[in-house]
């Protein structure tokens, strides 16, 4: 009983929670790590770019409710989320055609087209503060849980409750569902195809007559849904601040270089990588270790390797050693 209540406590505090974090830092890595294996450039604006799809979807959110459209027990934000993803596309698009568009024609190189994505970041978390505001917005609604802790003690009769959110089950399904989509695109259609074609090998692609505009289009179309559906997820989950999702740049980035820069397995693998190492490495294992283990053994203290506070610390750690000792990641990377 004890082993059970250690395992309970445990599936609560650590894997359900890093099982919805690594969810969103997967969609997250997905975007970055199509970006680098398409256009061939890290997009240090991507987490202003979910912060921005998220500012969208939440200020329509908050115009259905206003006029009484919800969806019941769900988030009115899953409403939204279309209309979030086509303002974040015509975003992506029209900076894609204002600003990285010129710097493709002159046949730049990455280092440049990284500096101007750092510019690009550094506008557009200013436009979301001055529309938004700096502080935490939250419009999540419907229902809370999918079982609450009192209803699952009610239910086994053990001494430790097990809670799941409504959100980390909507962020779960609909992470699959994206994921499955993304990969029967690239794989089974026309368009998809042409985009791993020109990944592989651009010149080779253009005298198969692949329109790389077209391609280019349609890799920021998906990384407009991937990031707006990453940062509402997130946002549902826990809150939607611009500055955190300003930080979560780091985390994202250490997901797909640990999962091998442009390789979309590589991203989801590194995002529950770099999910559960910061949860477990953060969590405080005294009650976990006092079923678990025998009195004399059992840890005076909270048994707590890093306080919360340095969680991205912990994403900046694995990324120095992937860094150093496997440069290509878990997948070797750029294989979209």
């Known amino acids: ?14 894997l359900i929670p890093a099982i919805a974090y690594g969810s969103q830092l997967a969609l997250g890595a997905l975007g970055v790590t199509l970006i680098y294996g398409i256009l061939r450039f890290s997009n240090f604006a991507h987490g202003d770019t979910m912060a921005f799809g998220t500012m969208a979807t939440i200020l329509i959110t908050w115009a259905f409710q206003s006029i009484g459209i919800s969806a019941g027990p769900l988030p009115t934000a899953l409403l939204a989320l279309p209309f979030g993803i086509g303002v974040c596309a015509l975003l992506t698009l029209a900076t894609d055609r204002g600003v990285y568009r010129f710097y493709r024609t002159q046949k730049a190189k990455p280092i440049i087209f990284v500096m101007v994505s750092l510019g690009v970041m ?19 609604d419907g229902e809370r849980f999918i079982i609450s802790v009192r209803e699952f003690k009610a239910l086994t ?14 962020t ?21 195809k042409s985009m791993r074609a020109y990944s592989d090998n651009e010149d080779l692609a253009l005298l198969s007559g692949i329109n790389p505009e077209r391609v280019v289009m349609v890799t920021w179309l998906i990384v407009a849904a991937l990031a707006t559906v990453a940062g509402v997820l997130y946002g549902l989950d826990k809150s939607f601040k611009p500055f ?11 997901s797909a270089i640990v999962g091998g820069l442009g390789n979309p397995l590589g991203a989801i693998a590194g995002g529950f990588t770099i999910a559960f190492s910061e949860v477990m490495i953060t969590y405080a294992w005294k ?24 969680k991205f610390a912990v ?15 878990l997948f070797a990377g750029k294989a979209v």
Request: hydrophobic share 55%.
């Open 172 to 192: 779960v399904i609909t992470a699959i569902i994206v994921v499955a989509l993304l990969f029967y695109f690239l794989n089974r259609t026309r368009t998809g």
């Open 122 to 140: 550094f506008i557009m978390n200013g436009l979301v503060r001055f529309v938004i505001g700096p502080d935490d917005q939250r419009f999540s």
């Open 315 to 329: 994403s900046f750690v694995i990324l120095l050693i992937v860094l150093l000792f496997r440069p290509t990641g």
């Open 287 to 310: 009650k976990v270790a006092g079923y678990a283990l025998p009195d004399s053994l059992a840890p005076d203290g909270l048994a707590q390797l890093l306080s919360t506070d340095y």
């Open 1 to 14: 009983m004890d082993l059970l209540n250690a395992f309970i406590t445990l599936a609560n505090f650590v």
């Open 244 to 254: 955190v999702y300003f930080q979560l740049l780091l985390p994202i980035f250490a």
């Open 157 to 170: 009769g053990l001494d430790e409750g097990l809670a799941i959110k409504t959100t980390q089950g909507i």
